[in-house]
């Protein structure tokens, strides 16, 4: 086969119309299949496991073993694109009869785009401040990271961050910028942990492989994981420190142990811990003061407010700004809404979303509008004048 | 459907490729960040190491003047010692741990376990217990006593959910020392509220 009939059966295969339909066949399946899955994974489990993946996995029965099952939102979602595009390159020619066709599905090419670039692009955090506090980073809403914080320094903290998913396929880590070798013995995706009784027999919760810090003294229970959309699970694991001139300790780690564990190792002075993922930025917001205010003579809320001061590492920004319901702070391309609040304990979460993509689906949905009302309108037309010329 | 599939199987060794580029999440990374202006009050109340700090964490207690505070620990935020007229002495201890810790009736009947009592059942822990809203804050409050090592032990004990965790206020020694130092624990208790 020459390189020219590859490219010809190529191009045939993309611009084939029957691929169109089998495409959006298929699409329809894997949405009301998600649509369904949704019930026990809900929305963030199915968007990962049904249409930002490229192939649907599942498992074979009583194993870990993954099976491809059908073809995920972005293997389907891309060939549709490429179908798209290509016919329109090699079938299509432009005649203002067919404008608006073209137009909508430019218009639907946009939405498609606008998908990935939100699923590739995409940040949202969660920013909690106590008041007067200042904090320069956000937290994920769900992904976690092991984090290893050489502290010595009495003004800098250098850190090495691992993400949960490293602990979860129980990766071993060896980093530079550690003198040691990070293993994981045990993780758990969602678990709790209560106090350890000496005297209580362990036939209940996990083997405790730690030696060093809290781990000793907490019992781990695995939890079943969750996906709602208002929890989030609490991942635990037994990470051990490998020196090369042998084991150093194996700690508990885990988002709910919040206080401190610490070790010296050559002189210097770490810190472990598995926390929310983090995402620094080079400005601070400090938490000026919260509002929640209700009706007179109820509990009904009528506003929450947030008053912050956002500062900049470079000193180029300085100033104050009020976050209330549909007044979020927008700042070097993120926003931040009002969230939560508790106005008794002192603090407010604010919710960080970075959607480079954003105003992509508005202009899709007003391509696709135009497009349909010009071929709508065009058909009206020609046959209100060929009536006419009947009539008459 | 003939002319539907390309004709080389050659072009579905793009599949996986393209399927492979998918692949991948987050990588290691290191990073240098300027140490935390302020540290938070968890983090304050585990490093203290004087054990005269009257704060610990999310809350404030007085403590009874008569109430030796002894070193802290990771798990503990508060450590006093009790000493009674006839040398015996009582521990009383403050933990805070995240979440429900086990939940109560899980809690109160580890604390029996010390004391060589049986388990309450749950009938029997609401039977037991009694409430108490100090502020804004919701304390259980239980106190039993049971022969341990052939010795009368009592506990006075007080549970607490705030903020997310499960605090431990536990009073626990000879009978007659827990119960003279009764008041000095419920003033104490009457003193807690959450660290404005």
Redesign the interface.
């Known amino acids: 086969?020459t390189f020219a009939?590859?490219r010809r059966?190529?191009i045939?295969?993309f611009i084939?119309l029957?691929?169109t339909i089998?495409l959006l066949a298929l699409s329809i399946v894997l949405v009301f299949w998600g649509t369904l899955a949704q019930v026990h994974l809900g929305i963030w489990g199915v968007q990962d496991k049904f249409f930002r993946?490229?192939?649907v996995l599942g498992t074979i029965p009583k194993t870990d073993i993954p099976v491809p099952l059908f073809p995920g939102g972005?293997?389907l979602g891309?060939l549709l694109l490429i179908n798209l595009v290509a016919s329109h390159l090699y079938r299509f020619r432009f005649t203002w009869d067919k404008a608006g066709i073209q137009l909508t599905h430019f218009g639907l090419i946009l939405l498609l785009v606008g998908e990935l670039v939100t699923s590739l692009f995409q940040e949202e955090y969660q920013l909690r401040l106590d008041e007067n506090?200042?904090?320069?980073?956000a937290e994920s809403f769900r992904?976690n990271e092991l984090v290893i914080i050489d502290?010595t320094d009495?003004?800098?903290?250098?850190?090495?961050?691992?993400?949960e998913?490293?602990l979860a396929r129980r990766r071993d880590?060896q980093?530079?910028?550690l003198p040691f070798r990070v293993v994981t013995r045990y993780h758990l995706p969602n678990a709790?942990?209560?106090?350890q009784?000496p005297?209580?027999p362990r036939d209940f919760g996990v083997p405790n492989y730690a030696n060093r810090?809290?781990g000793p003294?907490v019992?781990v229970t695995p939890l079943r994981v969750t996906h709602k959309e208002n929890e989030r699970n609490?991942p635990a694991a037994y990470v051990e420190l490998h020196a090369p001139e042998g084991p150093i300790g194996t700690w508990l780690v885990s988002p709910?142990?919040?206080?401190?564990?610490t070790f010296e190792y050559r002189g210097r002075s770490y810190r472990l811990a598995l926390r929310f993922?983090r995402e620094?930025k080079p400005f601070s917001l400090t938490l000026k003061e919260l509002r929640h205010d209700i009706y007179p003579g109820s509990n009904i809320p009528k506003n929450f407010s947030s008053l912050v001061r956002l500062q900049s590492a470079d000193g180029r920004d300085d100033f104050e700004a009020l976050i209330f319901m549909n007044n979020p702070l927008r700042h070097r391309g993120l926003t931040y809404y009002q969230y939560q609040m508790d106005s008794?304990?002192?603090f407010s979460v604010l919710q960080v979303v970075r959607n480079p993509g954003w105003t992509i689906p508005y202009i899709a949905c007003v391509l696709m509008s135009l497009g349909l009302t010009w071929q709508f309108g065009r058909h009206l037309l020609g046959f209100i004048a060929r009536r006419r010329t009947t009539v008459a | 459907m003939p002319g539907f599939l390309p004709r080389s199987p050659r072009l579905l060794a793009l599949a996986p490729a393209l399927w492979l580029a998918g692949c991948g999440g987050p990588d290691v990374i290191a990073y240098r960040v300027p140490k935390e202006p302020e540290i938070p009050p968890e983090l304050a109340s585990a490093a203290a190491s004087t054990p005269e700090a009257p704060a610990a964490g999310a809350l404030v207690w007085q403590s009874p003047a008569a109430w030796e505070a002894k070193a802290l620990t990771a798990m503990r935020r508060g450590s006093y010692a009790i000493r009674g007229p006839d040398g015996g002495e009582a521990d009383f201890s403050i933990i805070a741990f995240p979440g429900a810790a086990g939940g109560l009736l899980e809690n109160i009947n580890r604390w029996r376990q010390q004391v060589s009592l049986p388990p309450f059942s749950p009938a029997q822990l609401n039977e037991h217990i009694r409430h108490l809203d100090v502020g804004p804050l919701h304390f259980d409050l239980v106190d039993f006593a049971g022969p341990l090592d052939g010795e009368l032990t009592r506990i006075t004990g007080a549970v607490l959910s705030h903020r997310g965790e499960s605090w431990f206020f536990k009073l626990m020694g000879p009978d007659e020392v827990v119960r003279a130092a009764h008041a000095d624990f419920m003033g104490l208790i009457h003193s807690t509220r959450p660290r404005s």
Do not use: K
Not at chain 1, 192 to 195: K, S
């Open positions: 086969m009939e590859i059966a190529f045939r295969f084939s029957r691929v089998v993946s490229f192939v972005y293997f891309g506090q200042a904090r320069n980073y992904q502290t009495p003004e800098w903290d250098d850190v090495v961050a691992i993400p998913p490293f880590v980093h530079p910028a709790n942990l209560g106090l009784d005297a209580a810090g809290l003294q019992l609490l709910m142990l919040v206080q401190p564990q993922s620094y008794v304990s002192g």
